[in-house]
């Protein structure tokens, strides 16, 4: 009863839907209870009747070393698995089934004024991260843009980026 008051109750707080909630209350008490066997004395007087804590310990263990070398590409001591490196790169950035899926910079619509625009909003723009934002923030504190190809003036910014950005700046 006290369950489900608390699930209807954090369901109210947080919007999620009842299988959510039991999906996360699951997690949590799996997590409770391990930290709570981890840090017992259940692992001494497990080990000391028989190798059944042992064995359970060291296949959490292998479990924790498995995730913590997933995606990363190092091993358990950080040293680098060049195996594991080439595993991470596997798949290329922005594509799905061998096609190329645009970035949202390339399907951005809006007028960014140069002379005027944040480092958030200049980075919108296709070819602009944070580095080129702020080159051309500090390229604006000496001088002014006078006209859009004056971005060209950016270390990293030549034509080709600029075509894909022209339609999305302004000077005014």
């Not at 709570?36 to 924790?64: M, Q, W, Y």
């Not at 070393?65 to 790169?89: C, H, M, P, W, Y």
Request: glycine share 6%.
């Amino acid at each position: 009863m006290w369950l489900s008051n608390f699930k209807s109750k954090l369901q109210t707080i947080t919007g999620a839907t009842n299988s959510e909630i039991t999906a996360v209350l699951v997690i949590l008490s799996g997590l409770l209870l391990g930290l709570i066997i981890r840090n017992s004395n259940i692992n001494e007087s497990l080990a000391n009747k028989d190798d059944t804590g042992d064995i359970v310990f060291r296949a959490l263990d292998s479990l924790a070393e498995a995730q913590r070398t997933t995606f990363v590409g190092t091993d358990i001591e950080n040293v680098a698995d060049s195996n594991l490196v080439k595993a991470d790169t596997v798949v290329e950035k922005q594509k799905f089934l061998g096609s190329h899926l645009p970035s949202k910079k390339e399907n951005f619509q809006g007028i960014v004024n140069i002379n005027t625009a944040s480092k958030v909003q200049l980075m919108k723009l296709p070819g602009v991260g944070e580095k080129t934002a702020m080159a051309i923030i500090e390229y604006r504190k000496e001088r002014r843009f006078f006209k859009i190809s004056d971005i060209k003036n950016i270390k990293g910014i030549g034509e080709k980026k600029f075509e894909k950005m022209k339609n999305n700046i302004t000077v005014d």
